[in-house]
C-alpha cells in the first residue's frame, strides 16, 4: 500500500484520466505497465485481507478494468493460486486485449457466463466489471450477476471502483457490487467517499502505483478530504468572554428539545457564553436542565432585539417552525447583520425568500433542505451532491453543509471539502440540531466560516464514530455525542 502525499486530494474521473494520461505521456510509463502495476497491487491486498485463500474467482469487463482482472489472475496463478476467470465478452482496447491473452498464455482459462449459471466455487470473488468506465446502471444481466456474486456469500475485492458505482458522484444508478474491499489505484475519486458509494465499497484502500509524486504536484484536484483536526489548545489568561456569545434561535411551541441541544452543543464546543431564545414556556424546563444556557422568552421580534447587541453569532433554526413567529424572529436575525448558522425550518423560511448572505453565514441542510432551496427533488440533489453543494454556496453566497454520507462543505468560490466519518447511526434526530450548535460554537470562537464549517462537521462526525464504538450504531442519539466532542475539541481521540 503506497501512503501518498496526495492521497487528501479528490479528483473527478476526467482529472483521474488526465494523471493517467500524464504518467503515459509526461512520464513514460505506458498504460499496460500502470496496469499490471495495478494486478500487483491487488494481489498484495488480495493476500493481505485474506491470507489463507487459494481459491479465486475473478469477474472480468470488457475494458481495463477487466483487464486488472485478467493480470491479477495470471499473476494468482504464477503465485500457485488457483484463479477461474469468468468474462462478460470480449475484452475491448490494447491493453485490455494484451491482458487477457497474458492470462491464456499462462494457460488460465475464461469462462463464459450465462443468465443462471452457477458461479466458480471460490474463496474470494473479485470485482474486475466496470471501473471509471461506467457510463449507467448496469445492464440486467450484469445486474444478476452481481447478485449472485452477493449471494454466494463470499467476501468481495472490487478493483478501482465497486462494480455500478459512479465513480464521479457515488450514486449507484441500480444494481452494484458491494465490496468487502475496495482497492483504488493512482488517486482517489470523489465519488468513492460520498452519497451511497461508502455503504459498497468497503475498507477503501488507495494505492499510487509507486508513481513518483512529481504526477500530482500542481496537478488540478477537484475536492480535499478532511483531516482530523482540532482547536489549539485555550490561552491561560482566556476568559469566557474570549469565546463568543451564541445566542440560539427557535423552540416554536412543544417543540423545545432541538433548540436545547444546539445550545448544550454550542457549549460543549467552547463557545464562552451561550443564550437561548425560545417560546416562554420552555424557560422552565431548560434553566432546570442546563442552567449554563441563559435562557430568554422571546414573544416576538421585539423581544429579541434587545438580546442581539451582546452576541457574537446566532444560529437559527432549531425547532424554529415556519409560522408567523418563527417567520419574524427570523427576518430580525438575518437583518441583523450578524454572522450566523441557518439550520431546519431556517432553511425552509429561506427557501420561500430567498437571499445572499455575503459571507455571512454557514447553511447546513440535509439532501431534503437543499432540494428545497434549490427548487428541484432530492433525487437529483443525491445524483450529484458536488455539484448540489456548489450551486447552493453560490447562489446564497455562503458556505454551505450539504449533510448526508460524506458530508460536503463548499464556500462560494467553489472550494469543497469532503468528510470520511460518520455512521448511519447519526440519522437520527436532534444530530443537526448538534451541528448547528458545534459550528456556532466554532464561530464565536474566532473560525472563519470556512473553518467553523470544516472542523464542525468532522468533530461533529467523529464523535458520532466514537459513541458508537463505544455502544453500536442503533439507538445512538445526539446526546450521546456531547461528551466525545469535548475530548476530540481538545485532541484527544479517546
Ligand atoms: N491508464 C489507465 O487508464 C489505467 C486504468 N486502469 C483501470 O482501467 C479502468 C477504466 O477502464 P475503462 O476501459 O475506461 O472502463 P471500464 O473498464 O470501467 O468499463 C468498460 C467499458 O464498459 C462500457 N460500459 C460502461 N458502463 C457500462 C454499462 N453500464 N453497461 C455496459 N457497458 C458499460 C464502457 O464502454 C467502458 O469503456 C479503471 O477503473 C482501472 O481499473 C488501471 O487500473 C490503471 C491504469
Ligand atoms: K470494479
Known amino acids: 500500500m503506497t501512503a501518498s502525499a496526495h492521497r487528501q486530494e479528490l479528483y473527478t474521473v476526467e482529472q483521474v484520466r488526465a494523471l493517467d494520461r500524464h504518467a503515459i505521456d509526461d512520464l513514460g510509463i505506458p498504460g499496460y505497465e500502470l496496469m499490471e502495476r495495478a494486478a500487483a497491487a491487488a494481489l498484495v491486498c488480495l493476500r493481505e485481507h485474506w491470507p489463507h485463500a487459494r481459491r479465486m474467482a ?19 496463478r504464477e503465485a500457485g493460486l488457483q484463479a477461474a476467470v469468468v468474462a462478460l465478452g470480449d475484452s475491448r482496447g490494447d491493453d485490455a486485449e494484451r491482458a487477457r491473452e497474458a492470462y491464456e498464455r499462462g494457460g488460465g482459462e475464461v469462462l463464459s457466463w450465462e443468465g443462471q449459471d452457477e458461479l466458480p466455487d471460490a474463496e474470494v470473488q473479485v470485482d474486475a466489471l466496470y471501473g471509471t468506465g461506467l457510463q449507467r446502471a448496469l445492464a440486467p444481466e450484469v445486474a444478476q450477476l452481481v447478485r449472485q456474486i452477493r449471494a454466494s456469500g463470499r467476501p468481495v475485492l472490487a478493483l478501482d471502483v465497486p462494480s455500478g458505482i459512479n465513480a464521479d458522484t457515488g450514486e449507484a444508478p441500480g444494481e452494484a457490487i458491494r465490496a468487502d474491499v475496495t482497492i483504488s489505484f493512482i488517486a482517489a475519486k470523489r465519488g468513492l467517499y460520498t452519497g451511497q458509494a461508502p455503504g459498497y465499497t468497503g475498507q477503501l484502500q488507495l494505492d499510487g502505483l509507486g508513481l513518483p509524486a512529481a504526477l500530482w504536484q500542481g496537478r488540478e484536484a477537484d475536492a480535499v478530504l478532511m483531516q482530523p483536526a482540532a482547536l489549539p489548545p485555550r490561552p491561560r489568561q482566556s476568559h469566557k468572554g474570549d469565546n463568543g456569545h451564541v445566542l440560539a434561535i427557535g423552540g416554536e411551541h412543544g ?5 436545547r441541544l444546539c445550545g448544550e452543543a454550542a457549549l460543549r464546543a467552547g ?3 451561550v443564550s437561548v431564545a425560545t417560546r416562554a414556556e420552555h424557560l422552565p424546563a431548560l434553566n432546570s436542565a442546563r442552567p449554563e444556557l441563559m435562557a430568554h422568552a422571546v414573544d416576538g421580534p421585539q423581544a429579541l432585539e434587545p438580546l442581539l447587541p451582546r452576541a457574537t453569532v446566532l444560529a437559527v433554526g432549531p425547532g424554529l417552525g415556519q409560522g408567523a413567529w418563527g417567520h419574524a424572529l427570523w427576518l430580525t436575525a438575518l437583518d441583523a447583520g450578524i454572522p450566523l448558522v441557518l439550520d431546519a425550518d431556517g432553511l425552509n423560511l429561506l427557501a420561500q425568500e430567498p437571499r445572499k448572505f455575503h459571507g455571512l453565514a454557514v447553511l447546513t441542510p440535509h439532501p431534503g433542505e437543499a432540494a428545497r432551496l434549490l427548487g428541484r427533488d432530492t433525487a437529483s440533489i443525491s445524483a450529484d451532491r458536488f455539484a448540489a453543494v456548489r450551486e447552493l454556496a453560490r447562489r446564497y453566497d455562503a458556505v454551505v453543509v450539504l449533510k448526508g454520507a460524506g458530508s460536503l462543505v463548499a464556500d462560494p468560490t467553489g472550494h469543497v471539502a469532503l468528510c470520511p466519518w460518520g455512521n448511519p447511526g447519526m440519522a437520527s434526530g436532534g444530530m443537526g440540531d448538534l451541528l448547528t450548535g458545534i459550528v456556532a460554537a466554532l464561530l464565536a470562537q474566532g473560525c472563519s466560516l ?3 464549517a470544516c472542523l464542525g462537521v468532522g468533530l461533529h462526525a467523529r464523535a458520532g464514530d466514537l459513541a458508537a464504538r463505544r455502544g453500536g450504531e442503533r439507538g445512538l442519539i445526539a446526546s450521546d455525542l456531547l461528551e466525545p466532542l469535548r475530548g476530540l475539541l481538545n485532541g484527544r481521540e479517546s
Open 58 to 76: 475473478v469477474y472480468c469487463g470488457v475494458g481495463n478494468n477487466g483487464g486488472d482482472g485478467f493480470l491479477l489472475a495470471a499473476l494468482a
Open 255 to 259: 417543540t423545545a428539545g432541538a433548540i
Open 271 to 273: 463557545a464562552g457564553l
Open 450 to 452: 470556512w473553518e467553523a
